[in-house]
């Protein structure tokens, strides 16, 4: 009707200030509580040392010539996103740009493979058209049991594609399907992706540092 503003009821819309308040302040404080427990299990020396290996294969694949491919789905494909750029671009020093990217970047590929061939198949096809032995997947899944990602896995094996899974405490599916399978010590998702973030941020910051000139 003309004239007429169609509203959506929202439940947020009937919040108290105060209820405001609180809750935005007792959710930050038990995002630190929570990392201040997540900091001291992340120093586990064999957690540690999982991480560090697979680090230095993102290095060596880079060192080598090779492309470092990123997947992951929803806030993972942003994370994916991120990492990719990092090594395109930089992450903390100026640097020639390193090959890598994101199977999740492209909305007109993940839309055609996921309509002609099923969702679970949209990375794989990324894998198989941009994938070459000496390359390296970086795939994540906070569940470990997305099947997109599985089957990315399975399809970078079969083409002799080195891979690193980053995932959640329980792990899923994950364990045995990828060369370097790393678990974060938590199974709340946001305090999982804030530490692939870490992990991930960790591998860009060391190619930086390793691509300066050596006096």
């Known amino acids: ?11 947020l819309h009937r919040v108290s200030d105060d209820a405001v308040a609180q809750v935005v302040a007792q959710r930050q404080t038990l995002g630190i509580d929570a990392w201040a427990t997540l900091a001291r299990a992340l120093e586990e020396p064999a957690l540690v040392e999982a991480v560090d290996a697979a680090g230095r294969a993102v290095v060596e694949t880079l060192r080598a010539g090779g492309t470092i491919l990123v997947a992951g789905n929803g806030g993972s494909a942003a994370i994916a996103s991120h990492v990719a750029a990092e090594f395109v671009g930089k992450c903390i020093l100026d640097r020639a740009p390193l090959p890598a990217v994101c199977l999740a970047d492209s909305l007109t590929s993940i839309t055609a493979v996921g309509n002609d061939y099923g969702f679970d198949d949209v990375f794989v096809r990324g894998v198989q058209s941009m994938g070459r032995p000496g390359d390296l997947l970086i795939a994540m ?6 099947e997109s990602i ?3 896995l399975d399809a970078a094996r ?3 594609i080195a891979t690193v899974a980053l995932t959640g405490e329980g792990g899923g599916d994950l364990p045995g399907r990828a060369d370097h399978v790393l678990h974060v010590p938590s199974d709340f998702t946001p305090r999982i992706q804030e530490v692939h973030m870490l992990w991930a941020h960790a591998w860009c910051e060391a190619v930086d540092v390793l691509s300066q000139p050596t006096s």
Request: aromatic fraction near 0%; glycine fraction near 14%; proline fraction near 0%.
């Open 1 to 11: 009707m003309e004239g007429t503003e169609l509203t959506i009821e929202h439940q």
């Open 141 to 146: 899944s906070t569940s470990g049991r997305s």
């Open 150 to 152: 599985l089957r990315a």
């Open 158 to 160: 079969e083409r002799g």
